[in-house]
């Protein structure tokens, strides 16, 4: 099984190395680390996931589905440890479970919305996104109705340390944060919604204050606050 993931991740590794705008000077870059645990197999569309989800260059461990009772459980999820923006890699901390989907969806937002938001906006490369969790099994805030954490398929996003050691949290800079700090997370916020089909910030409501929450992957429309 771990021959069959590494043939599929060196093919998805070599395809994405070849969109990227001027990579045909650099040597290739080594394929990102990847670890089949145990018996997981996965065929059809969830092996086409992790596929993708290695063509982002991330760096992820599959975990064993898991069904936890009460509406709550872990399928097709990956543990992710590192992602790749255009020139460096960055790191992701109190990430859980993450459903393979979601974690795409993250690594393509996490390098072509955040890091070059950073570096464009900020003029600093991401060291590090933090975030308050992935697979939590609760409900949404003040309802009856299980949340997307309870399937793993929603994080929560609490700030962005740059590499020139600044850090741009959704409490402290949303509202009081400096112009291009302001700017940033608006410029993140908005790309976030091209990605995910749900995304709420501190405009939706006081439970989002200090962070956003982004769930589930773009299919056209999404609901965007
Ligand atoms: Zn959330």
Redesign the pocket.
């Known amino acids: 099984m771990f021959r069959r993931f590494s043939a599929l991740f060196l093919v998805a590794s070599l395809t994405a190395c070849s969109v990227l705008p001027g990579d045909s000077k650099q040597a290739p870059r080594a394929p990102a680390r990847q670890q089949a645990s145990g018996p997981i197999d996965r065929g059809g569309a969830a092996g086409q996931c992790l596929s993708e989800l290695g063509q982002m260059q991330a760096d992820f461990t599959p975990l064993p589905d898991r069904y936890l009772g009460k509406g709550c459980s872990n399928l097709n999820t990956v543990k992710l440890s590192g992602l790749h923006g255009d020139l460096e890699t960055f790191s992701v901390t109190n990430l859980g479970p993450v459903t393979c989907s979601t974690a795409t969806a993250f690594a393509g937002w996490a390098r072509y919305g955040a890091d070059r938001a950073a570096r464009q906006i900020l003029g600093s490369p991401l060291k590090r996104i933090e975030t308050f969790g992935s697979y939590n099994c609760r409900n949404v805030a003040g309802s009856n109705r299980r949340?997307a954490?309870a399937t793993a398929d929603?994080i929560?996003i609490s700030a962005f340390v740059l590499a020139n050691g600044q850090r741009i949290s959704v409490l402290g800079d949303w509202s009081k944060g400096s112009s291009a700090e302001r700017r940033f997370l608006r410029v993140v916020h908005e790309s976030a919604c091209k990605r995910f089909a749900t995304v709420l910030g501190p405009e939706y409501n006081a439970a989002h204050l200090d962070?956003l929450?982004i769930?589930g992957t773009n299919e056209g429309k999404s609901y965007c606050r």
């Open positions: 949340s954490h929603a929560d962070h929450h769930e």
